[in-house]
């Protein structure tokens, strides 16, 4: 069975300094995708990054840059100089090649980013 | 841009009402997928569709049924909703596996 663990419920950042959030996953597909969504307060969800798991560089998209550990089974979510709208709900979701084409999510992290 | 349109933002009905959230997508993808979001849980799979008139259960399908008679149309019904329903409802799409979701603005039903 596949899992996400986001073991982080809520985390506050000051802003302009880094922070990662944290993502485990169990799956035995041999092949699968990590992402990271965001949810600010409106609601809507909104994609963030991508890594594959036969990618060999970690992604990064601006200031997002996923940390992948195959090994430890962890694609945490790093967000480089923190601003006031990145104070949302993050979720970390998985999606196996066995798993025809759903995702699993995690629990999600609420981060606060601090003025 | 994509476009997934929840036909309702907010929602209140009464126990053992049978409810209709619809879904509306623009962009001719073949999967849609509903989920409900609770505070702690996390978003969890209810049912997901790869095709017009094909539904597959998801992790807590139990309350719910599914239908897609139109390939830009998926709906979830609720056939006796139970305060225990009450949750936010996300739909979403992609076009293949592995591929990312594009998201509905959601639905918050409230159950009483």
């Known amino acids: 069975a596949q899992k996400i663990t986001q073991t982080q419920p809520g985390m506050f950042v000051q802003e302009k300094e880094a922070v990662t959030l944290d993502c485990t996953y169990d799956?035995?597909?041999?092949?699968?995708?990590l992402f990271w969504y965001k949810q600010p307060s409106s609601g809507e969800m909104i994609f963030l990054i991508y890594q594959g798991s036969y990618d060999q560089q970690n992604a990064t998209e601006g200031r997002y840059s996923l940390n992948f550990q195959k090994a430890r089974k962890s694609a945490n979510l790093v967000i480089s100089a923190s601003q006031l709208g990145d104070s949302a709900m993050y979720f970390c979701a998985m999606g196996g090649d066995n798993q025809g084409g759903k995702l699993i999510f995690g629990q999600g992290t609420e981060l606060s980013v601090k003025p | 841009d994509v476009k997934v349109t929840q036909s309702s933002r907010y929602l209140v009905k009464r126990t053992g009402e049978k409810v209709f959230l619809e879904c509306v997508q623009d962009?001719?993808?073949?999967?849609m997928f509903w989920y409900r979001q609770d505070p702690g849980l996390g978003l969890r799979l209810i049912y997901f569709?790869?095709?017009?008139?094909?539904?597959e259960k998801g992790d807590i399908p139990e309350g719910y049924s599914v239908s897609r008679e139109k390939k830009e149309r998926f709906s979830l019904i609720l056939e006796s909703a139970s305060t225990n329903q009450t949750s936010m409802y996300l739909c979403?799409?992609?076009?293949?596996?592995?591929?990312?979701?594009?998201f509905g603005s959601g639905t918050q039903l409230s159950v009483l």
């Open positions: 979403a799409i992609s076009q293949g596996f592995r591929e990312k979701l594009f």
């Open positions: 799956t035995s597909d041999p092949s699968y995708g």
């Open positions: 962009m001719d993808h073949e999967n």
């Open positions: 569709s790869y095709d017009v008139k094909m539904k």
